[in-house]
T-cell receptor, first 115, second 109 residues
Framework: GAGVSQSPSNKVTEKGKDVELRCDPI?????LYWYRQRLGQGLEFLIY????????KSGLPSDRFSAERTGESVSTLTIQRTQQEDSAVYLC?????????????FGEGSRLTVL | AQRVTQPEKLLSVFKGAPVELKCNYS??????LFWYVQYSRQRLQLLLR??SRESIKGFTADLNKGETSFHLKKPFAQEEDSAMYYC???????????FGEGTQLTVNP
């Protein structure tokens, strides 16, 4: 594909339900990031995958949040037992190695609303 | 730990006026600094990075290690510059990008 693809683009769920968000990075990009953007706030780092290295999970806000990545392709962000404060836009980004490293290519985001 | 601060959440200028979006950082090493921009209904995208020392869409940013700043400047703002601007830092360890809170720039006609 031409860019980073995220699905679903919009998700409305009830408090307490689990949700799964998907990210398809640009082919060949070894780095993949998840960020959260609450209304009126900046980008909050969640997790970072770099090739086969152990992921940097230091930004995950609680053990209800987890993420996986299959090789250097698709990643899923799972939020268990959703709470209203989880409502936000979840952004995925990928980045190549080498000279291009540091330039992140973002998806359009998945907007999560927890009722 | 590294930190990026953008002191202004909102900034409003008139078309043709100079604009400066402030960014300060805290990191003990030699960071890489970036500016990202998000126009209305578009994806967040890279505007410029300090190592390139280039001017993009009339914007420039100089890394001032003494003041730990990376302010974004444009001498004559245009209406199409209205957007959300994020300053970001990457440590030399080559790991994650840390973003500031963002500044919403509005250029009025």
């Amino acid at each position: 594909g031409a860019g980073v693809s995220q699905s679903p683009s919009n998700k409305v769920t009830e408090k307490g339900k689990d949700v799964e968000l998907r990210c398809d990075p640009i082919s060949g990009h070894t780095a993949l990031y998840w960020y959260r953007q609450r209304l009126g706030q900046g980008l909050e780092f969640l997790i970072y995958f770099q090739g086969n290295s152990a992921p940097d999970k230091s930004g995950l806000p609680s053990d209800r949040f987890s993420a996986e990545r299959t090789g250097e392709s698709v990643s899923t962000l799972t939020i268990q037992r959703t709470q209203q404060e989880d409502s936000a836009v979840y952004l995925c980004a990928s980045s190549p190695l080498g000279r291009g490293a540091g330039e992140l290519f973002f998806g359009e985001g998945s907007r999560l609303t927890v009722l | 730990a590294q930190r990026v601060t953008q002191p202004e959440k909102l900034l409003s200028v008139f078309k043709g006026a100079p604009v400066e979006l402030k960014c300060n950082y805290s990191y003990s090493g030699s960071p890489e600094l970036f500016w990202y921009v998000q126009y209305s209904r578009q994806r967040l995208q890279l505007l410029l990075r300090h190592i390139s020392r280039e001017s993009i869409k009339g914007f420039t940013a100089d890394l001032n290690k003494g003041e730990t700043s990376f302010h974004l400047k444009k001498p004559f703002a245009q209406e199409e510059d209205s957007a959300m601007y994020y300053c970001a830092l990457r440590t030399t360890s080559g790991s994650r990008l840390t973003f500031g809170e963002g500044t919403q720039l509005t250029v009025n006609p």
